[in-house]
């Protein structure tokens, strides 16, 4: 059987300097179990990245965004499917409706300290420009 490929969007979202950085619970495989992610989620069929992350961070978080441009897009090949991850810088319209629904922790925090927490691996190239200062 052939792999699975998903195109996956995610939100860098910038308030006051600060990123958002949200951890996921248990999942299915544990090499993505209690990592930390951007929030967002897999496009579906006929829908924009735009539309699919202002979708995934309302049904996820409460937040309605302005999606930005796009960041950095990155392949990655984990042992039971792939993916496609196209973060994009995104802000919040307000801070204030953030509620978690489906993660268990969320910390925002500078650049400089995005790599001091446990990321899916996916998302460390995207991690490490940030880090860099590259906005
Ligand atoms: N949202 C998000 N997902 C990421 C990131 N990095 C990364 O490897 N992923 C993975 C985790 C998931 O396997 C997949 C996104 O799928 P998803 O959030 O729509 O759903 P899921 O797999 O947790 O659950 P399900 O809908 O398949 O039941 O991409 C990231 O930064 N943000």
């Excluded at 990155?74 to 409706?97: E, N």
Aim: aromatic residues 12%; contains cysteine; negative net charge.
């Amino acid at each position: 059987m052939s792999i699975p490929h998903y195109h996956v969007v995610a939100a860098i979202i910038l308030h006051e300097e600060h990123i958002l950085c949200v951890q996921k619970g248990i999942a299915k495989y544990s090499y993505v179990s209690y990592k930390y992610e951007f929030p967002g989620g897999k496009v579906e069929a006929d829908e924009s990245h735009q539309t699919a992350l202002r979708r995934e961070l309302w049904e996820e978080l409460s937040l309605d965004i302005h999606v930005g441009k796009l960041y950095h897009t990155v392949f990655h090949a984990y042992p039971h499917f792939h993916i496609t991850l196209s973060s994009y810088l995104c802000s919040a319209i307000s801070i204030a409706t953030l509620r978690l629904t489906e993660h268990i922790d969320y910390r925002w925090l500078l650049p400089v300290a995005l790599p001091r927490l446990d990321w899916a691996a996916a998302d460390l190239p995207i991690v490490t420009k940030l880090a860099r200062g590259s906005l």
